[in-house]
């Protein structure tokens, strides 16, 4: 069974940035589907970014579109995300997800991943 995990979680101050890394135990990532999800305090875990097997697509809330970024290093058997202009409402569990099935596109429900990882705690301070 392939096991993710995260890293780069902590806390900051609004405005400023993180990246989170996640790997596997196991198993590469070249042929998998890739997603970060969160769950803030209080609400259902939501997708924040995905990216395709391939990385040719990507997909990202609507709440983060232009402050953060998802991107795959298959040489580094490692998918992040880069987190900018952090806001409190970014204050959340963040989750890596991945799926070894054959689709070509980005997935964005949580039904569609296989593999998931413990979470890293991101906490923006106002």
């Known amino acids: 069974q392939v096991r993710l995990v995260e890293s780069g979680g902590g806390l900051v101050q609004a405005g400023g940035s993180l990246r989170l890394s996640c790997t596997p135990l196991?198993?590469?990532?070249?042929?998998?589907?890739l997603g970060w999800f969160r769950r803030a305090p209080g609400k259902e875990r939501e997708i924040v970014a995905a990216?395709?097997?391939?990385?040719?697509?990507?997909f990202y809330a609507t709440s983060v579109k232009g402050r953060f970024t998802i991107s795959r290093d298959n040489a580094k058997n490692t998918v992040y995300l880069q987190m900018n202009s952090l806001k409190p409402e970014d204050t959340a569990v963040y989750y890596c997800?991945?799926?070894?099935?054959?689709?070509?596109?980005?997935?964005?429900?949580?039904?569609?991943?296989?593999?998931w990882g413990q979470g890293t705690q991101v906490t923006v301070s106002s």
């Open positions: 196991g198993r590469a990532f070249s042929n998998f589907a």
């Open positions: 990216i395709s097997r391939t990385g040719g697509s990507t």
């Open positions: 997800a991945a799926d070894s099935g054959s689709n070509l596109y980005a997935l964005t429900r949580e039904y569609e991943y296989d593999y």
